[in-house]
T-cell receptor
Framework: NAGVTQTPKFRVLKTGQSMTLLCAQD?????MYWYRQDPGMGLRLIHY???????AKGEVPDGYNVSRLKKQNFLLGLESAAPSQTSVYFC?????????????FGPGTRLTVL | GQQVMQIPQYQHVQEGEDFTTYCNSS?????IQWYKQRPGGHPVFLIQ?????EVKKQKRLTFQFGEAKKNSSLHITATQTTDVGTYFC????????FGEGTQLTVNP
């Protein structure tokens, strides 16, 4: 099993450009999440999904959109990139939101917006 | 909403010294999870605690959940260079909320 994979691993954008980050998991998990990590600020939840076809806003959703058309995939879109979106983006998945919901993280995407 | 505060933010130790990081909340938590992130890597789940006063051990790591379920700690005995990384606590409600992490460096 590959676990959670993310593409691309690195990307440089110019301000105003758009892009989509792809997350895929092969563990049949219902729940998927997108986080961003900035120095000294820990992990902040952008959007999450509790199942195929569902999405919900997290802590810092502005400037991002997501889609979960297939259970195994969770896409994060930036419509008009800004320098403030320079960050490392992690996707994660979990079996449930219940009492035991270990999150499995992907390797991350390092995004720079110039 | 609920938040957790982690202290210290940074900790530098000599190899062989002990290390402790604390996770504190102003409200009662249903559970606490701990993750480790190596430099340049991604967070990896270590453990979950759910019971008041619970103590769990993994080799040199000891995890505790407070009696009031408002705080938790991770203690590493006799640190090694392989312990380097950032340790995060988190709790799950409708979603997992993380503390800001404690970055541990170990001098050989």
């Amino acid at each position: 099993n590959a676990g959670v994979t993310q593409t691309p691993k690195f990307r440089v954008l110019k301000t105003g450009q758009s892009m989509t980050l792809l997350c895929a998991q092969d563990m049949n998990h219902e729940y998927m999440y997108w986080y961003r990590q900035d120095p000294g600020m820990g992990l902040r939840l952008i959007h999450y999904s509790v199942g195929e076809g569902t999405t919900a806003k997290g802590e810092v959703p502005d400037g991002y959109n997501v889609s979960r058309l297939k259970k195994q995939n969770f896409l994060l879109g930036l419509e008009s990139a800004a320098p403030s979106q320079t960050s490392v983006y992690f996707c994660a998945s979990s079996y449930s939101l219940g009492s035991y919901n270990e999150q499995f993280f992907g390797p991350g995407t390092r995004l720079t917006v110039l | 909403g609920q938040q957790v505060m982690q202290i210290p933010q940074y900790q530098h130790v000599q190899e062989g010294e002990d290390f402790t990081t604390y996770c504190n909340s102003s409200t009662t938590l249903s559970n606490i999870q701990w993750y480790k992130q190596r430099p340049g890597g991604h967070p990896v789940f270590l453990i979950q605690l759910v019971k008041s006063g619970e103590v769990k051990k993994q080799k040199r790591l000891t995890f505790q959940f407070g009696e009031a379920k408002k705080n938790s700690s991770l203690h590493i005995t006799a640190t090694q260079t392989t312990d380097v990384g950032t340790y995060f606590c988190g709790f799950s409600g409708s979603r997992l909320t993380f503390g800001e992490g404690t970055q541990l460096t170990v001098n050989p």
